[in-house]
C-alpha cells in the first residue's frame, strides 16, 4: 500500500459557514486517525490481509495520533518516513444529518511522497501480492510504486481518489493498473460518462478490470469488452456516516485479490465492507472485520 496518512478532524454540521460568518457547531469535535492509504491499510489489515503502508507524516505532535494507529492495526510502518519539514496532513470533515460528507484535505507531508521513497521501499512492494493505490500522494510517486510492483508481479490496484487530472502520468498510471476503482464523480472525470459507459471507456486504457460504485444503487464491474457489466445492489443499512465507505470498499478488495478470490466474490466482500462502514461514524475506526464482512458478503 502506498498513500496519504490524515488526521481527520470531523464535525457534524448542517452546512459549512458561508464567507463572513461565524456557525456554531454543537456536538464536538472528533480528532480521528484518517487519510484514504491509512483507511485502506487498516481496511485491508481488518479483513485479513498482512499490509505494510508507505506513506510520508510531519514531524509534529499530530504524527503520534497516526503512529499510533499503525500500531494498533497491526500494520507495518517501517516505510512511513517523518518529513522534517513539512506537517502532518489534516483533512476537515463535516458530517451533515443524513450522514453525508464534505472533506477540506491540507496535504503537508503527503504531498512529498516521492518516486524516490517509492523506491526505498521497492522491497516491500515487491513482496506484496496486490499493491493499492489513491489518489491523495503525488502521481509520480504512484507511478513509480506501479512500476516497481509491476515489474514484480505485484497486482496493481488503483483508487484515483481523488481523480488526478488527465495528462501523460495519468494514463500511464492506467496502464499499469490491473483494477481500477472509481466512483461516479471519478469515473466521470476520468472515463468522461457516467456509469458502465465511463467505465468501458476507461477499460482499454488500463488492466482491463474496472469497479464504478454508485453508493446507494450498489456497483458495477466491467470485466471484458464483450461480456455485459455485472451489477450489484447496495446492501441496505443505517447509515450513521458516509466517511471511508470507499476507503473500505477498496481495502477489502485488495485483501480479498491477495487472498485469490475470484473477481466477483472479491467485489461482493468488498461491497459488503463498504456498506458496514457506514453503519459506523468516522474513516479507520468504522472500517469492518473480516467475521463480518464474511457474513454479510455471503447473504448474497
Ligand atoms: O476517504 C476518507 C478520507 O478522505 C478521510 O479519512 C480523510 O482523511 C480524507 O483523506
Known amino acids: 500500500m502506498v498513500g496519504s496518512l490524515n488526521v481527520d478532524l470531523v464535525v457534524s454540521a448542517g452546512r459549512w459557514p ?19 492509504g491509512l483507511n485502506q491499510a487498516g481496511a485491508a489489515a481488518r479483513a485479513g490481509a498482512a499490509v505494510s503502508l508507505v506513506g510520508r507524516i510531519g514531524s509534529d505532535a499530530l504524527a503520534g495520533v497516526l503512529r499510533g494507529a499503525l500500531a494498533d492495526e497491526g500494520l507495518d510502518g517501517r516505510w512511513v518516513e517523518a518529513d522534517p519539514e513539512a506537517g502532518t496532513g489534516v483533512a ?12 477540506l484535505v491540507v496535504p503537508g507531508a503527503n504531498g512529498a511522497l516521492s518516486g524516490a521513497q517509492a523506491e526505498r521501499a521497492a522491497e516491500a512492494i515487491a513482496a506484496a501480492r496486490v499493491l493499492l493505490l489513491q489518489g491523495e500522494v503525488p502521481l509520480a510517486a504512484s507511478l513509480r510504486a506501479a512500476q516497481i510492483g509491476r515489474a514484480a508481479g505485484t497486482a496493481v490496484v488503483w483508487n484515483p481518489a ?8 495519468t494514463e500511464r498510471l492506467l496502464a499499469l493498473a490491473d483494477w481500477v476503482l472509481l466512483n461516479e464523480a471519478e469515473v466521470a472525470a476520468l472515463g468522461g460518462a457516467s456509469g458502465e459507459e465511463g467505465a468501458r471507456a476507461l477499460a482499454p486504457r488500463c488492466g482491463g478490470r474496472v469497479v464504478v460504485t454508485l453508493g446507494a444503487e450498489g456497483a458495477l464491474l ?7 457489466a455485472r451489477r450489484w445492489r447496495a446492501h441496505p443499512v443505517p447509515v450513521a456516516d458516509t466517511v471511508g465507505a470507499g476507503d473500505a470498499f477498496a481495502g477489502a478488495l485488495a485483501a480479498a485479490l491477495a487472498a485469490d478470490r475470484d473477481p466477483e466474490r472479491a467485489v461482493r466482500e468488498a461491497m459488503a465492507a463498504g456498506a458496514l462502514a457506514c453503519t459506523r461514524p468516522g474513516g479507520l475506526p468504522s472500517m469492518p472485520r473480516r467475521e463480518e464482512i464474511l457474513r454479510l458478503a455471503d447473504r448474497g
Not at 476537515?92 to 472533506?103: C, F, H, Q, S, T
Open 162 to 169: 481523488p481523480a488526478p487530472s488527465p495528462g501523460p502520468e
Open 222 to 228: 466491467v470485466g471484458s469488452p464483450d461480456a455485459p
Open 92 to 103: 476537515l470533515i463535516r458530517v451533515g444529518p443524513k450522514g453525508e460528507n464534505a472533506i
Open 18 to 36: 458561508d464567507p463572513g460568518e461565524t456557525l456554531s457547531a454543537g456536538s464536538g469535535v472528533a480528532i480521528l486517525p484518517g487519510g484514504k
